[in-house]
């Protein structure tokens, strides 16, 4: 079983194939660290025709490692350019990834960026005489908080990890390390490298730093799949020909329409942002999952933008699939003329047993929905020609 999962979206693998054929991942022990390549010929990832997602089982990694990957072509040595940091966590999440919703959350002021699990800021040394630097900290996905660190050292090489108690205004004690390993802080909220590392600490130098984040990245994915689940019912209440899915969704990552994609990261946005900012409770709303995302779409602030949003890209993705064909059976829905059964039209022209149904003038046949597929809405515009009096809109 695989210690962390790396999950991959190549958006457009026709144009990936066009120059590569494989990926190579690289992982670092922080964010902004020294990237290594960890696969080789035998383990690294082989692109697919269709195919835009790719997991990468990491036995020796951790949930504080980074990774970045890179295509390459094999035969003759070209590369991409390196990926985006990613973060070592299993996200779980089908619709659309973490980065997307966090794009939505990012401000142009930094005060108004909604921040996660991996953000922290003013890492320095106590006093700029000190002869002592520290690259880079790993803080856990699960932690959120925003609190003033302090590393203070016992000699030249042992260290004790402290952080301000908000509730009692003293100094909590989080372990002691050593400069020449690796460090995890007791509550598992931070992790130090000892390649990051340098100077020659004397007791008595510190290093501060502060976390800043608003929710853990864990959270965050909680609320993406509950986006999921509230896109999933809107579909199901909307489209009703659609068998509900209980326990799964109704898609898989190779198969998610763009729409879905697009609102599902809205409103995981909102939720996020409502629950950071206390305004689950908004008056004047109903109770009613449907009835809320309506009303929402209706109101006139900055707030409810991102369910308007999401309930645009599902209205167009509804609109079609009640009124041109089934995506999950592959059967055509006629909006076409059709005529309604007349006994005494047809037997007058000797035409027996007719029921309901639609003209496709090219099989010069009568179809029922039953017997109709997705190609055969390409003939309707060859119907109208055949259209008379018979048939009735």
């Given at each position: ?5 790396l ?19 690289y ?16 383990t690294r ?19 504080y ?9 094999t ?7 390196f ?11 089908t ?8 794009r939505?959350?990012?401000s142009?002021?930094y ?17 700029e ?7 880079a ?5 699960n ?8 590393i ?10 402290e952080?301000n108690d ?5 100094k909590?004690y ?21 390649s990051?590392?340098s100077?020659?600490?004397?007791a ?13 990245i864990s ?12 896109v999933?019912?809107i579909?199901?209440e ?16 190779n198969?998610v329409p ?16 409502t629950?950071i900012?206390n ?6 709303l ?11 779409s ?8 991102w ?5 645009k890209?599902?209205?167009?993705y509804v609109k079609?699939?009640t ?6 059976s ?25 029921g ?20 055969s ?7 109208i020609p055949?259209i ?6």
């Amino acid at each position: 079983m695989s210690v962390v999962r790396l999950t991959i979206e190549i958006e457009d693998i026709c144009r990936a194939l066009e120059d590569f054929n494989f990926i190579d991942i690289y992982r670092s022990q922080t964010k902004w660290g020294t990237y290594t390549k960890i696969t080789n010929t035998n383990t690294r990832i082989k692109l697919c025709p269709e195919q835009n997602f790719y997991d990468y089982d990491d036995n020796n990694g951790s949930e504080y490692h980074w990774y970045k990957y890179q295509l390459v072509d094999t035969s003759g040595n070209k590369k991409s350019n390196f990926s985006e940091p990613t973060q070592a966590y299993t996200p779980d999440i089908t619709y659309c990834k973490f980065t997307d919703v966090r794009r939505l959350l990012r401000s142009k002021s930094y005060e108004g960026t909604i921040r996660f699990s991996d953000s922290y800021r003013n890492l320095r040394k106590g006093d700029e005489s000190q002869d002592v630097y520290l690259k880079a900290i790993s803080v856990n996905p699960n932690y959120s908080g925003t609190q003033p660190y302090i590393i203070t050292f016992l000699n030249a090489t042992d260290f004790k990890l402290e952080v301000n108690d908000e509730t009692s205004y003293a100094k909590k004690y989080l372990g002691q390390g050593s400069i020449s390993a690796d460090f995890i802080a007791e509550d598992n909220s931070i992790k130090i490298y000892s390649s990051d590392w340098s100077g020659v600490p004397v007791a008595g130098n510190t290093v501060l730093f502060d976390t800043d984040s608003h929710m853990s990245i864990s959270d965050a994915i909680l609320f993406i799949k509950d986006a999921e689940t509230l896109v999933d019912v809107i579909l199901e209440e909307n489209i009703s020909y659609l068998t509900a899915k209980d326990t799964t969704t109704r898609f898989e990552r190779n198969t998610v329409p763009k729409a879905v994609e697009a609102a599902t990261s809205r409103f995981a946005a909102f939720f996020i942002y409502t629950t950071i900012y206390n305004e689950q409770s908004i008056n004047g709303l109903p109770n009613n999952i449907n009835d809320i995302t309506v009303a929402l779409s209706k109101r006139e602030n900055d707030l409810s933008s991102w369910v308007k949003q999401a309930m645009k890209y599902l209205d167009g993705y509804v609109k079609k699939y009640t009124s041109q064909f089934d995506p999950e059976s592959g059967l055509a829905i006629a909006t076409a003329p059709r005529w309604i059964n007349d006994p005494i039209i047809f037997n007058a022209s000797g035409v027996y047993n007719v029921g309901d149904g639609v003209f496709l003038p090219d099989k010069d046949k009568i179809f029922n929905r039953e017997e109709m597929t997705y190609n055969s809405l390409l003939d309707w515009d060859l119907m109208i020609p055949y259209i008379n009096q018979y048939l009735v809109y």
